[in-house]
């Protein structure tokens, strides 16, 4: 079945440090993939989103580039502030229009 | 922006009792879908709905659990005997019509305390 894999944290990184956190799927046909971001006590926010290959989601200086041949989304920023401390969820939605979320990777950034 | 609201923010409830955790989804959005997420771990989808009935539900998501979209604008989750281990927070989302292309937008979340 479909489903979404991505790093397991926490990532701690300090501030200005380049960020990688990899997300990988599985899906039949064309899934569309999103990254959310979860601040402490807050719900889910959509960070970014991909509909189709080679596409590139970006916001806030975060970006993520759908790679359908290694089946891809990882979330990158060049310099992670201390604010940017939060849990980031990978996530697809198939041509089923079912959601699959990763597990979350939490983000610590030190000052 | 229009939001996804949820009420309450916390609910405690003791054992055995029931729950109904209420949200409003976005107005123009036609999926509906519950989440939870026990402290600490993953986003665990519950349930979808669509067209005033339910679409997928997951293996959580036994007859202790129900839903339903009473008017035009709440969707509820209800949990018939609350058990310690339902413990969580409960997450509403909504999304437009069913093009892949479209987020989900989620609430807040109401944090669900059993005693």
């Known amino acids: 079945g479909d489903s979404v894999t991505q790093m397991e944290g926490p990532v701690t990184l300090s501030e200005e440090a380049f960020l990688t956190i990899n997300c990988t799927y599985t899906?039949?046909?064309?899934?569309?993939l999103f990254w959310y971001v979860q601040y402490p006590g807050e719900g889910l926010q959509l960070l970014l989103k991909?509909?189709?290959?080679?596409d590139k989601g970006s916001n806030k200086g975060f970006e993520a580039t759908y790679r359908k041949e290694t089946t891809s989304f990882h979330l990158e920023k060049g310099s992670v502030q201390v604010s940017d401390s939060a849990v980031y969820f990978c996530?697809?939605?198939?041509?089923?229009?079912?959601?699959?979320f990763g597990s979350g990777t939490k983000l610590n950034v030190k000052p | 922006e229009p939001e996804v609201t949820q009420t309450p923010s916390h609910q405690v409830t003791q054992m055995g009792q029931e729950v109904i955790l209420r949200c409003v989804p976005i107005?123009?959005?036609?999926?509906f879908y519950w989440y939870r997420q026990i402290l600490g771990q993953k986003v665990e989808f519950l349930v979808s709905?669509?067209?005033?009935?339910?679409?997928?539900k997951s293996e959580i998501f036994d007859d202790q659990f129900s839903v339903e979209r009473p008017d035009g604008s709440n969707f509820t989750l209800k949990i018939r005997s609350t058990k310690l281990e339902d413990s969580a927070m409960y997450f509403c989302?909504?999304?437009?019509?069913?093009?892949?292309?479209?987020?989900?937008?989620f609430g807040d979340g109401t944090r669900l305390s059993i005693l």
């Open positions: 989302a909504s999304s437009e019509e069913g093009i892949g292309n479209q987020p989900q937008h």
């Open positions: 899906a039949t046909g064309y899934p569309s």
């Open positions: 991909a509909t189709k290959a080679d």
């Open positions: 996530a697809l939605r198939n041509n089923f229009n079912k959601f699959y």
């Open positions: 107005s123009n959005h036609l999926y």
């Open positions: 709905f669509y067209n005033n009935e339910i679409s997928e």
